[in-house]
T-cell receptor
């Protein structure tokens, strides 16, 4: 029972490089989310997708793009990485956009040098 | 600014003791509240929802105080395995549905 799987677990990028974080869930959830977690701060929502085919900006969307490829997959892309994007990134899913329990992936530790 | 504030701790508590911590929120219209648990370098996991009347799940009790705009988490008979960071989550109701996360309270249970 995989739940939410995100890859990679660790990544080091140079400033200006691009990368895509992958996320997939096998719980048939409608809603998916990308968060970042920084020391001393709560999780902050980057983007979310309430259902397949829709995406919306969260609190901190600048520098990121997302794709809801299908119901299972929601990817996050950094087009030109900056040191300020060094963070731990979590993908999550929930049954619907009104709040139900969110299930998280194991996180991606990204360092931009 | 939407705010959810937690004491970062750490709370160092002997095994078997009772510990409580609060979370304050700024939006009086908030309707939904949750406690998540996050182990070191792991993902958050839902611990419990917080209902208006308060709710209990084993050794854990969650309370909501709307007048003072805070929620609390009480852990009785603490276990070593309770050591974790506890994240408060508050639903803010405005033009967009939003969940705002506190930065967490770190709890260390000592033998």
């Amino acid at each position: 029972n995989a739940g939410v799987t995100q890859t990679p677990k660790f990544q080091v990028l140079k400033t200006g490089q691009s990368m895509t974080l992958q996320c997939a869930q096998d719980m048939n959830h409608n809603s998916m989310y990308w968060y970042r977690q920084d020391p001393g701060m709560g999780l902050r929502l980057i983007y979310y997708s309430a259902s397949e085919g829709t995406t919306d900006k969260g609190e901190v969307p600048n520098g990121y793009n997302v794709s809801r490829l299908n119901k299972r997959e929601f990817s996050l892309r950094l087009e030109s990485a900056a040191p300020s994007q060094t963070s731990v990134y979590f993908c999550a899913s929930s049954e619907q956009d009104t709040y139900t329990e969110a299930f998280f992936g194991q996180g991606t530790r990204l360092t931009v040098v | 600014r939407k705010e959810v504030e937690q004491d970062p701790g750490p709370f160092n508590v002997p095994e078997g003791a009772t510990v409580a911590f609060n979370c304050t929120y700024s939006n009086s219209a908030s309707q939904s509240f949750f406690w998540y648990r996050q182990d070191c370098r792991k993902e958050p996991k839902l611990l419990m929802s917080v209902y208006s009347s308060g709710n209990e799940d084993g050794r854990f009790t969650a309370q909501l105080n709307r007048a003072s705009q805070y929620i609390s988490l009480l852990i009785r008979d603490s276990k070593l395995s309770d050591s974790a960071t506890y994240l408060c989550v508050v639903e803010f109701m405005d033009s967009n549905y939003q969940l705002i996360w506190g930065a967490g309270t770190k709890l260390i249970i000592k033998p």
